[in-house]
């Protein structure tokens, strides 16, 4: 592993001597770019998109491109591309991942390969973590496009199921007076975001929407273009830590709740170590023969058990609502796998300690932790369409990634996405100081002891950041500071909006903020807090208000550098980590937040032995060393050995979620490749396949198998009847066609006969109901038959997925009885579609239904004959012309 690192510096070392080449050039054409005016710049744009039409490629404007955006930008936001964010930019561009530390500016970074990706008007995406930051950073940037000619939009998230899905443009011409935060967002709709230069929004959005374009059942309906190019921010926290849950469309389904609450009544009275053991390692439960005697016991009281066993498969699903509620009692801890909320149960993702509302664990878990939880159980629901991120953004045509810490996860970027990670210097060296790690005996001294090195740093005025791993420890540090009566902020990420704002103070004098995990927050801490934004001359139509504002503001931009300056003499912003994290990816995060842009700064992790990551991983070497070493309950000790040990012990943590994840791609693998044929398929429908050939052909082939099923030569007897009788589930069939006439016929005679029934049957319904209406038929009965069969398909994987797994007991690798039985379930998928349409296209007929009465004013019947003139008042009465109004 640490070899495998170590070739990554060298190879990253020449990779950034290849680009500085290309780093000379951009800087060459600055003075150039300089001298052109608004319109000249602007001007570049159609330039460069007429040469690549005449055969140039992206590599080769890429210089010039660069330049122009740099030049924009600094026009535009007053920001000038540092050297290193250009090559950053070109990492980005060369679909790499660019880790760049946090505060290094990673948003401007991206405008360069955004701006000349999106030159050949395939669309590119920007996939933020959240919604604030979907917003702020197409919002941030928009004025750099703006000057270049292009136009960026925001995807906002749906606030209701019955809200038309929302988006912004970024147009300067536009002014809501509402809007005192982003007053030049326009609001759009969903397709016009996708059909901008360049789309931000989160993972969640561009993921749904996605799904939801292949539910549609018109293609006017489809709001994405063929995925282009992404670049994903903080993409370690979304492609490694979102990328454990699968996105998932669901509807309900009918089914008794009643069982989880049996369960969640009874499982509480089993007795740990006696009925039940804990794999700590796997976090996994088992019952013991004990456990499994008093289960049986109870349940047979019950009326339950269908067989004398739990063993036995006739009390197959009871053992799956036993599983989950013994999962939910002993291994699923409330404030910190999730919280009760509103009597709802919400997932808190273990990496960042956010909220993952809307998210829910499948195959039943969660509804076994509302049992519990006592609060309402939500229904079972059936997945209407799913896909993993992983298989999201290996859609794009082209991928790339930033985000600060990327290089521990180098392996995983690599062999699922096939992502190479390239580190990029930082602008200004590293100063921050990193203090090896203190480590407690136990918890509560270690609490004690970082609450008093607070309060140390603290009276001398150094603003300190803590990270905690969990809500619950969050809190538990903030009472030990409210009893010192230090003041301080917690951010458990329920906000992100505001929590941004709070973050955004933490580095003036005295800010103490305790924060559960920083990963994927994407706010820099300043020192001495935020500077002060001149206020804009425009947002005040009053004079007296405009000149109190600017004096206000003058005040506060004198004082802001000393505030400034004393932070720095003060060393700077001091993290502190209350426990090691599960990857050192999280860690870096933390420690990250200090020490930006040259900056003076330090860090310390406290450590006790209880902790999660010590007692699962490492615990026995530690704990030997710390016996040898002979200290004592008070005394921390600080030792290079035991911090070695520890991040062993990270390493394999790493590794094991590493294998979590890849054991749900491998998975997901299977279905992704079901998936890529009916979504394909459902495209070629939309799009206007010609479907006559392939149903005729669907038909031939069922007849032929009908045929061979029964008189074919092989069998003893040839069963006429009972052809007849299917042949009628299809068509209905003329008298000659009957057990006697088929009788005299050879197998081959009575396909060949049967087909040229079925054909000509076919263009006599095409000919009674017109071609048109056939086409659309044919269309509806296909899709109808493509996306039940499918939704069905989903959840007859899923149940794959339990009963596989039951084979890791025989010693049989459950992903290879998955693959296998997989593949036979969806050659049975294809082959039920191909009997659904060949057994409803004979019966299906038009019928319009009356139009349901309009709310909107109906349009004006044109008098057959007549044409209305666009321009020409609209017959309906309104005055309006008729292309603006019913002719639209
Ligand atoms: P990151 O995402 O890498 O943590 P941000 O994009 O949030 O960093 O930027 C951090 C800060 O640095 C912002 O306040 C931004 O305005 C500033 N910044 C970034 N690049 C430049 C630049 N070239 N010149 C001046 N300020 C910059
Ligand atoms: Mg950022």
């Known amino acids: 592993m640490l070899k495998w690192l170590g070739s990554l510096t060298d190879s990253n070392e020449k990779e950034l001597k290849r680009l500085q080449p290309i780093i000379d050039e ?269 289960m049986e016991k109870w349940l047979r009281r019950d009326g339950l058990l269908k067989a004398p066993s739990l063993y036995d498969p006739a009390n197959y699903t009871l053992t799956q609502y036993l599983e989950n509620a013994l999962k939910a009692n002993v291994l699923f801890k409330r404030d910190r796998d999730y919280v009760v909320k509103d009597g709802q149960v919400i997932i808190v993702d273990e990496f960042t300690g956010r909220l993952m509302l809307g998210r829910r664990y499948s195959e039943g878990l969660h509804q076994a932790i509302e049992a519990k939880e006592r609060v309402k159980i939500q229904r079972e629901s059936v997945t209407l369409a799913t896909i993993t991120f992983q298989n999201y953004f290996r859609l794009y045509k082209k991928l790339a990634g930033m985000t600060g810490t990327a290089a521990t996860e180098a392996e995983e970027f690599h062999k699922i996405y096939k992502l190479e990670v390239v580190i990029i210097p930082t602008n200004k060296p590293m100063v921050r100081i990193d203090n090896p790690d203190q480590i407690y005996k136990d918890e509560e001294t270690k609490f004690k002891a970082v609450a008093k090195e607070i309060e140390a740093f603290h009276q001398q005025g150094k603003p300190i950041l803590v990270g905690t791993v969990s809500i619950e420890k969050s809190e538990l540090l903030s009472d030990q500071l409210k009893r010192k009566g230090i003041p301080h902020q917690v951010l458990n990420a329920k906000n992100h909006e505001k929590e941004a704002a709070i973050i955004a103070q933490a580095g003036r004098t005295g800010a103490v903020t305790v924060a559960t995990n920083m990963a994927g927050r994407g706010v820099d801490i300043i020192l001495g807090g935020k500077r002060p934004e001149e206020p804009k001359r425009e947002d005040f139509p009053d004079e ?101 040990a520890i991040e062993n012990a990270q390493v394999k943590v790493e590794g094991y979620h590493f294998d979590v994840r890849k054991h749900l791609v491998d998975y997901d693998d299977v279905v992704n490749k079901h998936r890529e044929v009916i979504y394909d398929e459902r495209r070629k429908i939309l799009e206007g396949a010609d479907l006559k050939a392939n149903i005729l052909s669907m038909v031939r082939e069922e007849i032929e198998k009908l045929v061979a099923a029964r008189c074919s030569r092989d069998l003893m007897e040839s069963d006429y009847t009972g052809l007849i009788e299917e042949l009628a589930t299809i068509f209905s069939l003329p008298p000659q066609i009957n057990p006697a006439t088929l009788s005299q016929m050879k197998p081959d005679q009575i396909t060949e006969k049967l087909i040229e029934y079925a054909e000509q049957l076919y263009e006599q319904r095409e000919k009674d109901v017109g071609s048109e209406n056939m086409r659309l038929m044919e269309r509806l009965v296909m899709l109808r038959a493509l996306d039940s069969l499918w939704k069905d398909h989903l959840t007859e994987m899923d149940h794959l997925r339990q009963q596989a797994s039951l084979y890791a007991m025989r010693q049989i690798e459950p992903i290879v009885v998955y693959k296998k039985e997989g593949h036979a379930l969806f050659e049975s998928l294809t082959a039920g579609i191909q009997h659904n349409v060949v057994h409803t296209i004979y019966k299906v007929s038009l019928t319009r239904k009356e139009a349901p009465p309009q709310r909107q004013p109906q349009k004006a019947a044109v008098p057959a004959g007549k044409k209305v003139g666009r321009n020409d008042p609209c017959p309906c009465g309104s005055g309006k012309k008729y292309k603006h109004c019913c002719g639209r």
């Open 26 to 294: 951009i800087n060459s054409l600055e003075p150039e770019f300089q001298k052109l005016s608004d319109a000249e710049l602007r001007a570049k744009t159609d330039e460069f998109k007429a040469r690549l039409k005449n055969g140039e490629t992206l590599d080769d404007i890429l210089p010039e491109a660069f330049a122009a955006c740099r030049e924009a930008s600094r026009r535009a936001i007053g920001e000038r591309h540092f050297d290193v964010q250009l090559m950053g930019g070109i990492v980005l561009h060369q679909g790499k991942i660019a880790e760049m530390k946090t505060g290094e500016g990673k948003t401007l970074v991206a405008t360069l390969p955004l701006y000349l990706n999106a030159l050949t008007g395939e669309g590119c995406h920007l996939v933020t973590v959240n919604d604030y930051l979907a917003r702020r950073d197409a919002y941030w940037m928009g004025p750099i496009y703006h000057a270049l000619g292009l136009t960026v939009a925001s995807i906002y998230p749906q606030q209701n199921p019955d809200e038309h899905l929302p988006a912004r443009l970024y147009d300067p011409d536009y002014t809501d007076e509402k809007d005192t935060r982003w007053p030049h967002f326009r609001p759009i709709s969903r397709q016009q975001a996708y059909r901008a230069d360049i789309t931000y929004g989160t993972n969640n959005e561009f993921g749904f929407d996605f799904l939801r374009d292949n539910m549609a059942i018109d293609l006017s309906q489809y709001v994405q273009r063929p995925l282009n190019y992404a670049i994903v921010d903080e993409v370690d926290n979304i492609l490694i830590d979102e990328a454990r849950t699968p996105l998932i469309i669901s509807g309900s389904a009918e089914e008794a709740t009643d069982k989880y609450n049996v369960f969640a009544r009874l499982v509480p009275q089993l007795k740990k170590d006696e009925d039940y053991s804990i794999e700590e390692k796997e976090r996994q439960t088992y019952l013991t023969e004990s456990g499994m005697t008093k």
């Open 544 to 644: 007296q208000e405009w000149q109190k504002e600017h004096q206000k503001w003058q005040k506060e931009s004198r004082e802001w550098p000393e505030e400034h300056n004393k932070v720095i003499e003060l060393g700077g912003l001091h993290v502190i980590g209350t426990e090691r994290h599960e990857a050192r990816r999280i860690d870096n995060q933390l420690r990250g937040r200090s020490g930006r842009q040259g900056d003076p700064g330090s860090s310390r992790f406290y450590v006790s032995l209880e902790d999660d990551v010590v007692r699962r991983f490492g615990g026995d070497r530690v704990k030997g060393f710390m016996d040898w070493a002979g200290f004592d309950e008070n005394t921390p000790i600080e030792h290079s050995m035991v911090s070695k």
